[in-house]
Protein backbone atom coordinates (compact mmCIF):
# COMPACT_ATOMS: atom_id res chain seq x y z
CA UNK A 1 0.00 0.00 0.00
CA UNK A 2 1.21 3.68 -0.36
CA UNK A 3 -0.30 7.32 0.21
CA UNK A 4 -1.37 8.89 -2.08
CA UNK A 5 1.04 11.50 -4.57
CA UNK A 6 2.70 13.58 -1.51
CA UNK A 7 5.83 14.51 -3.41
CA UNK A 8 5.39 18.45 -4.05
CA UNK A 9 4.66 18.28 0.27
CA UNK A 10 7.78 19.21 1.86
CA UNK A 11 8.53 16.77 4.47
CA UNK A 12 8.56 18.10 8.26
CA UNK A 13 10.97 16.84 10.53
CA UNK A 14 11.23 17.98 13.77
CA UNK A 15 14.96 18.78 15.76
CA UNK A 16 15.69 16.75 18.17
CA UNK A 17 17.44 19.42 19.84
CA UNK A 18 21.42 18.87 20.84
CA UNK A 19 21.25 17.62 23.81
CA UNK A 20 19.18 16.95 27.01
CA UNK A 21 20.80 20.02 28.71
CA UNK A 22 19.12 22.48 26.64
CA UNK A 23 21.91 24.55 26.48
CA UNK A 24 22.17 26.86 23.80
CA UNK A 25 18.77 25.56 21.96
CA UNK A 26 18.28 28.83 20.37
CA UNK A 27 16.66 27.80 16.82
CA UNK A 28 12.63 27.09 17.28
CA UNK A 29 11.76 30.14 19.19
CA UNK A 30 11.06 28.61 22.03
CA UNK A 31 10.56 30.92 25.53
CA UNK A 32 14.03 30.91 27.50
CA UNK A 33 11.99 31.04 31.03
CA UNK A 34 10.41 27.46 30.62
CA UNK A 35 6.22 27.55 30.90
CA UNK A 36 4.27 29.86 32.73
CA UNK A 37 4.36 28.92 37.00
CA UNK A 38 0.41 29.15 37.32
CA UNK A 39 0.19 27.06 33.75
CA UNK A 40 2.05 24.30 35.40
CA UNK A 41 0.14 24.26 38.68
CA UNK A 42 -3.21 24.08 36.80
CA UNK A 43 -1.50 20.89 34.69
CA UNK A 44 -0.56 19.55 37.80
CA UNK A 45 -4.39 20.10 39.63
CA UNK A 46 -6.43 18.61 36.50
CA UNK A 47 -3.90 15.84 36.00
CA UNK A 48 -6.46 13.66 37.76
CA UNK A 49 -9.38 14.30 35.27
CA UNK A 50 -7.34 12.95 32.05
CA UNK A 51 -10.26 10.62 31.99
CA UNK A 52 -12.45 13.24 30.62
CA UNK A 53 -13.00 14.89 27.78
CA UNK A 54 -12.13 18.09 27.25
CA UNK A 55 -15.34 20.31 27.09
CA UNK A 56 -15.30 22.33 29.72
CA UNK A 57 -11.77 23.38 29.63
CA UNK A 58 -12.09 23.49 26.04
CA UNK A 59 -15.18 25.87 26.57
CA UNK A 60 -14.01 27.91 29.58
CA UNK A 61 -10.76 29.07 27.22
CA UNK A 62 -13.53 29.88 24.72
CA UNK A 63 -14.94 32.24 27.19
CA UNK A 64 -12.24 34.11 28.57
CA UNK A 65 -10.42 34.47 25.23
CA UNK A 66 -13.40 36.10 23.94
CA UNK A 67 -13.74 38.36 27.17
CA UNK A 68 -10.22 39.39 26.70
CA UNK A 69 -10.43 40.32 22.77
CA UNK A 70 -14.24 41.37 23.00
CA UNK A 71 -15.73 38.89 20.59
CA UNK A 72 -18.53 36.11 20.67
CA UNK A 73 -17.38 32.68 22.02
CA UNK A 74 -18.40 31.47 18.36
CA UNK A 75 -15.22 33.69 17.08
CA UNK A 76 -12.70 31.93 18.89
CA UNK A 77 -11.07 28.24 16.86
CA UNK A 78 -8.93 27.09 19.51
CA UNK A 79 -6.53 24.27 18.03
CA UNK A 80 -3.24 22.17 19.05
CA UNK A 81 -0.95 25.23 18.34
CA UNK A 82 -1.37 27.91 15.80
CA UNK A 83 -0.97 25.00 13.55
CA UNK A 84 -3.73 23.71 13.93
CA UNK A 85 -5.96 26.56 13.77
CA UNK A 86 -4.00 27.22 10.24
CA UNK A 87 -5.47 23.89 9.17
CA UNK A 88 -8.81 24.83 10.43
CA UNK A 89 -9.03 27.74 8.01
CA UNK A 90 -7.75 25.75 4.95
CA UNK A 91 -10.89 23.34 5.49
CA UNK A 92 -13.57 25.91 6.12
CA UNK A 93 -12.11 28.21 3.76
CA UNK A 94 -10.70 26.95 0.34
CA UNK A 95 -11.99 24.39 -2.37
CA UNK A 96 -9.87 21.87 -3.70
CA UNK A 97 -7.28 22.53 -6.09
CA UNK A 98 -7.55 26.41 -4.90
CA UNK A 99 -4.34 28.63 -4.35
CA UNK A 100 -3.63 30.29 -0.73
CA UNK A 101 -1.34 33.30 -0.69
CA UNK A 102 1.73 33.50 1.57
CA UNK A 103 4.72 35.56 2.31
CA UNK A 104 8.17 34.77 0.87
CA UNK A 105 10.10 34.39 2.69
CA UNK A 106 7.60 33.25 5.48
CA UNK A 107 6.40 30.47 7.73
CA UNK A 108 6.51 27.99 5.60
CA UNK A 109 2.64 26.05 7.02
CA UNK A 110 0.61 28.67 5.67
CA UNK A 111 1.40 26.59 2.04
CA UNK A 112 1.89 23.20 3.43
CA UNK A 113 -1.46 23.21 5.33
CA UNK A 114 -3.40 23.51 1.65
CA UNK A 115 -1.15 20.99 -0.14
CA UNK A 116 -2.24 18.66 1.90
CA UNK A 117 -5.51 19.93 1.40
CA UNK A 118 -5.37 19.31 -2.25
CA UNK A 119 -4.93 22.23 -2.84
CA UNK A 120 -1.62 24.93 -3.71
CA UNK A 121 0.50 27.70 -2.52
CA UNK A 122 1.23 31.05 -3.87
CA UNK A 123 3.66 33.53 -2.64
CA UNK A 124 4.31 37.31 -2.09
CA UNK A 125 7.73 38.64 -1.92
CA UNK A 126 8.78 40.16 1.51
CA UNK A 127 12.15 42.37 -0.37
CA UNK A 128 15.47 42.36 1.86
CA UNK A 129 15.79 46.10 0.01
CA UNK A 130 12.42 46.94 2.24
CA UNK A 131 13.86 45.45 5.44
CA UNK A 132 11.37 42.83 4.71
CA UNK A 133 8.44 45.35 6.28
CA UNK A 134 4.85 44.17 4.68
CA UNK A 135 4.63 45.99 1.30
CA UNK A 136 0.29 45.98 0.38
CA UNK A 137 1.11 46.84 -3.36
CA UNK A 138 3.33 43.72 -3.67
CA UNK A 139 0.27 41.26 -2.30
CA UNK A 140 -1.98 42.98 -4.62
CA UNK A 141 0.40 42.41 -7.74
CA UNK A 142 0.38 38.60 -7.13
CA UNK A 143 -3.15 38.32 -5.89
CA UNK A 144 -5.73 36.03 -8.02
CA UNK A 145 -8.69 35.80 -6.10
CA UNK A 146 -7.07 33.29 -3.15
CA UNK A 147 -9.57 32.69 -0.42
CA UNK A 148 -6.53 32.55 2.28
CA UNK A 149 -4.12 35.57 2.25
CA UNK A 150 -1.68 35.08 4.99
CA UNK A 151 0.29 37.39 6.64
CA UNK A 152 2.94 37.16 9.41
CA UNK A 153 3.38 40.32 11.77
CA UNK A 154 5.95 40.64 13.45
CA UNK A 155 7.46 38.25 10.83
CA UNK A 156 8.71 35.14 10.86
CA UNK A 157 12.16 34.63 10.56
CA UNK A 158 13.01 38.48 10.40
CA UNK A 159 11.24 40.30 13.18
CA UNK A 160 9.93 42.81 10.52
CA UNK A 161 6.43 44.66 11.43
CA UNK A 162 3.50 44.88 8.84
CA UNK A 163 1.58 48.32 9.49
CA UNK A 164 -1.97 47.89 10.23
CA UNK A 165 -2.40 50.92 7.02
CA UNK A 166 -0.44 47.99 5.31
CA UNK A 167 -2.95 45.41 6.10
CA UNK A 168 -6.15 47.18 5.68
CA UNK A 169 -4.67 48.25 1.96
CA UNK A 170 -4.83 44.95 1.13
CA UNK A 171 -8.23 44.16 3.03
CA UNK A 172 -9.60 46.79 0.69
CA UNK A 173 -7.92 46.08 -2.60
CA UNK A 174 -9.18 42.02 -2.47
CA UNK A 175 -12.11 40.67 -2.78
CA UNK A 176 -14.89 40.60 -0.52
CA UNK A 177 -14.75 36.69 -1.02
CA UNK A 178 -11.16 36.71 0.28
CA UNK A 179 -9.82 36.45 4.33
CA UNK A 180 -6.92 38.36 5.22
CA UNK A 181 -5.46 36.45 8.10
CA UNK A 182 -2.56 38.06 10.27
CA UNK A 183 -0.59 35.57 12.08
CA UNK A 184 0.09 37.34 15.34
CA UNK A 185 1.99 34.89 16.86
CA UNK A 186 5.34 37.06 18.36
CA UNK A 187 3.01 40.12 18.49
CA UNK A 188 2.84 40.37 22.59
CA UNK A 189 7.01 40.46 22.52
CA UNK A 190 5.96 43.75 19.39
CA UNK A 191 5.68 47.42 20.74
CA UNK A 192 3.00 47.49 18.32
CA UNK A 193 -0.55 46.14 19.83
CA UNK A 194 -2.54 43.55 18.21
CA UNK A 195 -4.79 44.03 15.11
CA UNK A 196 -7.42 41.98 16.61
CA UNK A 197 -10.05 44.96 16.62
CA UNK A 198 -10.07 44.46 12.94
CA UNK A 199 -11.47 40.76 12.77
CA UNK A 200 -15.44 42.83 13.80
CA UNK A 201 -14.53 46.09 11.54
CA UNK A 202 -14.14 44.21 8.52
CA UNK A 203 -15.57 41.31 9.10
CA UNK A 204 -12.72 40.34 6.12
CA UNK A 205 -9.51 39.44 8.94
CA UNK A 206 -8.89 36.72 10.99
CA UNK A 207 -6.08 36.76 13.66
CA UNK A 208 -3.98 33.82 14.71
CA UNK A 209 -2.53 33.93 18.25
CA UNK A 210 -0.39 31.15 19.88
CA UNK A 211 0.54 30.34 23.64
CA UNK A 212 3.76 28.74 22.39
CA UNK A 213 5.47 31.87 22.27
CA UNK A 214 5.10 34.42 24.80
CA UNK A 215 3.49 31.74 27.40
CA UNK A 216 6.07 29.17 27.00
CA UNK A 217 3.51 26.59 26.29
CA UNK A 218 4.84 25.17 23.02
CA UNK A 219 5.00 22.08 23.92
CA UNK A 220 1.44 21.97 25.65
CA UNK A 221 0.27 22.86 21.86
CA UNK A 222 -2.41 25.35 22.08
CA UNK A 223 -3.02 28.39 19.77
CA UNK A 224 -6.45 29.91 18.83
CA UNK A 225 -8.14 32.09 15.92
CA UNK A 226 -10.18 35.29 15.93
CA UNK A 227 -12.34 35.03 13.47
CA UNK A 228 -14.80 37.35 11.72
CA UNK A 229 -18.66 36.78 12.48
CA UNK A 230 -19.85 35.40 9.66
CA UNK A 231 -17.74 32.46 9.25
CA UNK A 232 -17.20 31.56 12.81
CA UNK A 233 -19.87 28.99 12.86
CA UNK A 234 -17.85 26.87 10.70
CA UNK A 235 -15.61 25.76 13.22
CA UNK A 236 -18.08 23.15 14.20
CA UNK A 237 -18.08 21.53 11.20
CA UNK A 238 -14.98 21.38 10.76
CA UNK A 239 -12.59 21.08 13.57
CA UNK A 240 -11.16 17.61 14.41
CA UNK A 241 -13.70 16.20 17.58
CA UNK A 242 -12.10 16.93 21.26
CA UNK A 243 -8.55 18.32 18.87
CA UNK A 244 -7.18 20.30 21.97
CA UNK A 245 -6.20 18.13 24.92
CA UNK A 246 -7.41 19.01 28.25
CA UNK A 247 -3.67 19.93 29.64
CA UNK A 248 -3.60 22.38 27.15
CA UNK A 249 -7.12 24.04 27.71
CA UNK A 250 -6.05 24.19 31.16
CA UNK A 251 -2.63 25.41 31.01
CA UNK A 252 -4.06 28.27 28.05
CA UNK A 253 -6.31 29.40 30.68
CA UNK A 254 -3.95 29.77 33.64
CA UNK A 255 -1.17 31.29 31.39
CA UNK A 256 -3.97 33.68 30.48
CA UNK A 257 -3.85 34.72 33.60
CA UNK A 258 0.00 34.97 34.61
CA UNK A 259 0.35 38.64 33.86
CA UNK A 260 3.70 38.58 36.03
CA UNK A 261 5.45 35.73 34.00
CA UNK A 262 4.12 37.65 30.51
CA UNK A 263 5.63 40.61 31.19
CA UNK A 264 9.18 39.12 32.06
CA UNK A 265 8.28 37.24 28.95
CA UNK A 266 8.05 39.94 27.08
CA UNK A 267 11.13 41.62 28.97
CA UNK A 268 13.89 38.55 28.19
CA UNK A 269 12.79 39.18 24.61
CA UNK A 270 13.00 43.03 23.97
CA UNK A 271 16.38 43.18 25.91
CA UNK A 272 17.53 40.05 24.56
CA UNK A 273 17.41 41.08 21.06
CA UNK A 274 18.74 44.21 21.70
CA UNK A 275 21.64 43.00 22.99
CA UNK A 276 22.33 40.50 20.23
CA UNK A 277 21.48 43.15 17.72
CA UNK A 278 24.18 45.08 18.71
CA UNK A 279 26.75 42.52 19.92
CA UNK A 280 26.99 40.20 17.05
CA UNK A 281 29.56 41.56 14.35
CA UNK A 282 27.63 40.56 11.50
CA UNK A 283 24.48 42.57 9.45
CA UNK A 284 21.26 42.43 11.48
CA UNK A 285 17.95 43.59 11.33
CA UNK A 286 15.88 44.95 13.93
CA UNK A 287 13.54 42.66 15.40
CA UNK A 288 9.96 42.84 17.16
CA UNK A 289 9.73 38.95 17.95
CA UNK A 290 12.03 36.94 19.98
CA UNK A 291 14.68 36.50 17.71
CA UNK A 292 17.18 37.70 15.45
CA UNK A 293 18.07 36.86 11.98
CA UNK A 294 21.51 37.63 11.10
CA UNK A 295 23.57 37.91 8.03
CA UNK A 296 26.34 35.04 7.97
CA UNK A 297 27.49 33.94 4.73
CA UNK A 298 27.17 30.47 4.04
CA UNK A 299 24.15 29.48 6.42
CA UNK A 300 24.01 25.92 6.28
CA UNK A 301 27.76 25.42 6.80
CA UNK A 302 27.74 28.24 9.30
CA UNK A 303 24.52 26.48 11.21
CA UNK A 304 27.12 23.20 11.14
CA UNK A 305 29.51 25.00 12.43
CA UNK A 306 27.57 26.53 15.24
CA UNK A 307 26.44 23.45 16.34
CA UNK A 308 29.77 22.09 16.54
CA UNK A 309 29.81 24.57 18.77
CA UNK A 310 27.11 23.77 20.72
CA UNK A 311 24.86 26.48 19.73
CA UNK A 312 21.74 25.77 17.56
CA UNK A 313 20.00 28.10 15.24
CA UNK A 314 17.77 27.80 12.41
CA UNK A 315 19.41 28.06 9.30
CA UNK A 316 17.05 30.16 6.57
CA UNK A 317 18.21 28.27 3.48
CA UNK A 318 14.59 26.60 3.87
CA UNK A 319 13.33 30.01 3.87
CA UNK A 320 14.51 30.90 0.67
CA UNK A 321 17.56 33.10 3.11
CA UNK A 322 20.50 31.00 2.11
CA UNK A 323 22.65 33.23 3.45
CA UNK A 324 20.81 34.20 6.85
CA UNK A 325 20.71 32.27 10.39
CA UNK A 326 17.89 33.25 12.98
CA UNK A 327 18.83 33.30 16.59
CA UNK A 328 15.74 33.10 19.13
CA UNK A 329 16.18 35.25 22.01
CA UNK A 330 17.78 33.20 25.06
CA UNK A 331 18.20 34.33 28.78
CA UNK A 332 21.00 36.71 29.07
CA UNK A 333 23.63 34.38 29.48
CA UNK A 334 22.99 32.49 27.15
CA UNK A 335 22.62 35.61 24.42
CA UNK A 336 26.09 36.61 25.63
CA UNK A 337 27.48 32.42 24.73
CA UNK A 338 25.93 33.07 21.78
CA UNK A 339 27.10 35.89 20.79
CA UNK A 340 30.75 35.02 21.24
CA UNK A 341 30.08 31.77 19.85
CA UNK A 342 29.11 33.44 16.35
CA UNK A 343 31.06 36.37 16.30
CA UNK A 344 34.50 33.97 16.40
CA UNK A 345 32.48 31.21 14.10
CA UNK A 346 31.68 34.25 11.55
CA UNK A 347 35.01 36.06 11.95
C1 LIG B 1 4.54 32.70 12.23
C2 LIG B 1 4.24 31.48 13.00
N1 LIG B 1 2.98 31.05 13.09
C3 LIG B 1 2.66 29.94 13.76
C4 LIG B 1 3.63 29.19 14.39
C5 LIG B 1 3.23 27.92 15.07
O1 LIG B 1 2.91 28.10 16.37
P1 LIG B 1 2.32 26.90 17.24
O2 LIG B 1 3.44 26.39 18.09
O3 LIG B 1 1.25 27.55 18.06
O4 LIG B 1 1.77 25.87 16.32
C6 LIG B 1 4.95 29.59 14.34
C7 LIG B 1 5.98 28.78 15.01
O5 LIG B 1 7.14 28.90 14.89
C8 LIG B 1 5.27 30.75 13.62
O6 LIG B 1 6.53 31.17 13.50
Known amino acids: ?23 LRLGSNENPLGPSPKAIEAVRADATRMHRYPARPHAELDAALADRWEVET ?5 GAGAVSVIDTL ?13 PDPGFSYFGRSNLSHYGVERTYPMSKSRSFTLDSQAILDVYAGEPLVYINTPHNPTGALASRAAVTEVVEGTDPST ?5 EAY ?3 STEPSMASLVNETDRVAIIRTFSKTYGLAGARIGYGIIPPSIASAYERVSTPFGVSRLACV ?3 AALDDEAYLERSIAVARRGRTYLDTEIKATTWPSEANFVLVEVGDAATVTELLKQNGLEVKDCTNFGLDSCIRITVGTSEQNRLAAEIINQVVS
Open 1 to 23: MQPRELGSIPPYRPRLGLDVSDR
Open 74 to 78: EQIWL
Open 90 to 102: TRAMVDPGEAILR
Open 179 to 183: LVVVD
Open 187 to 189: EPF
Open 251 to 253: AGL
